[in-house]
């Protein structure tokens, strides 16, 4: 049985150092998607399994697999989300937000897939990302994929990733080219690995984003995507290309690129790096325009991404980006003795009113308590003993450079927005 201490196989808690990180990388992400006019929503961690099931497809393997997903106790069947994107548009149409478009969302929060647990592979896992509904043009391909390139470069992570872009067409194009690929596989079928085989009839693309060895070079020899893509297919990518290369974005067009849920048309991209081993897909999206109306709203086409926030920390810490900001508390008020620890919490209760971050420590030993100072960061300590007190002074002390002072308390507040 699991040691009950432990945290469940594929979690775990956050806090310091990572905690942090982890805050910086969803702060800065949401503050990037402000920038573009993305708002933040917050659906619930769980929805009717429906909800997923039907939208991810059930050969995906989210569905397939890695749902978490129970009866609760009214017998309703509940799958606790492996993504944002379904939530979301449910969200969409059941608050009767389709007539203000385009709707923007950023959002940020757990994810929860049942898989293997490994380095960049977790069972509960952080997602940021964004969502446009009424995405009807190919600049909104473009200013999507701008908006994720800009939270890759606010984090620091630009230069260490590369991005990867290609068109699975509209559905007429997606359409034609499965029955091509499905004659194609078929005649290869021995060969293919076993669950390949499986995916021939019911979702022949996923084989094209088969790990599996056996299954690489059939796949490297597959027809291609584009040659059944209509006009208007490679129209649309076509424009998407020219407004990355206005941007400036440099991208590598895969044509071998699939994203492994059912939803996707036109354009789909994912940013890797090669600082996290196997795991290397930090971000990933893609256009979703027959999404809202499988779903049961009406024909809104959409687009999105979302990135892995562990992933985005732990390629930030191989590459040391950007230097998260700390948590240093500048000032620290020492209680010299126990008759001066009301008077030291209603300094320190003055300081943050007015914004400054006050820490108190009581230790017998005021070394001790100094000790403590200089691991909290602290720049300035203000002391009082009985003798202070006494007079309604304090004792302020400089800790970077040792020397200290009495002043009177109500000069305190001066003192200390002049040096911290
Ligand atoms: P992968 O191929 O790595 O399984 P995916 O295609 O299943 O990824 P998406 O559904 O596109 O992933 O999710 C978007 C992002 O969320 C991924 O690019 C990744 O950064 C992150 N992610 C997905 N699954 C996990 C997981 N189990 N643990 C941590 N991060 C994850
Ligand atoms: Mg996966």
Not at 399 to 404: A, C, I
């Amino acid at each position: 049985m699991a040691n009950q201490l432990n945290p469940v196989r594929g979690t775990h808690d956050l806090f310091g150092e990572a905690q942090r990180l982890h805050r910086y990388v969803c702060d800065t992400a949401r503050e990037r998607a402000a920038c573009f006019g993305y708002e933040e929503v917050s659906p619930p961690i769980f929805e009717l399994s429906e909800v997923f099931h039907r939208t991810l497809g059930d050969t995906s393997d989210v569905v397939s697999k890695e749902t978490y997903t129970f009866d609760d106790r009214g017998g309703e069947s509940i799958t606790l989300r492996p993504e944002f994107t379904a939530s979301i548009v449910r969200g969409f149409i059941s608050n009767g937000l389709t007539q203000q478009l385009p709707y923007k969302s950023f959002y940020a929060g757990p994810a929860f897939r049942y898989e293997r647990p490994q380095k960049g592979r977790l069972r509960q896992f952080h997602q940021i990302g964004i969502e446009v509904l009424g995405a009807d043009q190919p600049w909104h391909d473009v200013e999507v994929i701008d908006c994720s390139a800009e939270v890759l470069r606010a984090l620091g992570l630009l230069e260490h990733v590369t991005l990867e872009i290609n068109s699975l067409g509209d559905v007429a194009s997606r359409t034609a080219y499965r029955e091509m690929l499905v004659s194609y596989f078929r005649d290869h079928k021995d060969s293919l690995s076993e669950e390949s085989r499986e995916r021939l009839e019911r979702n022949p693309l996923r084989i094209l984003d088969s790990k599996q060895e056996s299954d690489r070079q059939i796949v490297a020899d597959a027809p291609d995507m584009q040659s059944c893509f209509t006009d208007e297919a490679k129209a649309w990518f076509e424009k998407v290309k020219l407004g990355l290369d206005a941007l400036q974005i440099s991208y590598m067009v895969s044509p071998r690129l699939v994203r492994g849920l059912d939803y996707y048309t036109h354009t789909v991209f994912e940013w890797t790096t090669d600082v996290l081993g196997a795991q290397n897909t930090v971000l990933a999206g893609g256009r979703y325009d027959g999404l809202v109306q499988q779903m049961g709203g009406p024909d809104i086409p959409g687009i999105g991404w979302a990135a892995g926030v562990e992933r985005l920390s732990l390629a930030m810490q191989e590459c040391h980006a950007a230097a998260v900001p700390g948590t240093a508390v500048p000032v620290v008020v020492v209680p010299m003795g126990e008759a001066a620890v009301i008077t030291a919490l209603s300094v320190a209760h003055q300081l943050r009113q007015q914004g400054v971050r006050a820490e108190m420590i009581q230790h017998k030993n005021v070394g001790k308590a100094m000790k403590k100072a200089d691991t909290l960061g602290a720049q300035i300590a203000v002391l009082i003993g009985d003798d202070e007190m006494k007079q309604g002074l304090l004792t302020l002390k400089d800790l970077s450079s040792g020397t200290q002072e009495s002043i009177a308390q109500d000069a305190l507040l001066g003192y200390v927005t002049q040096m911290a």
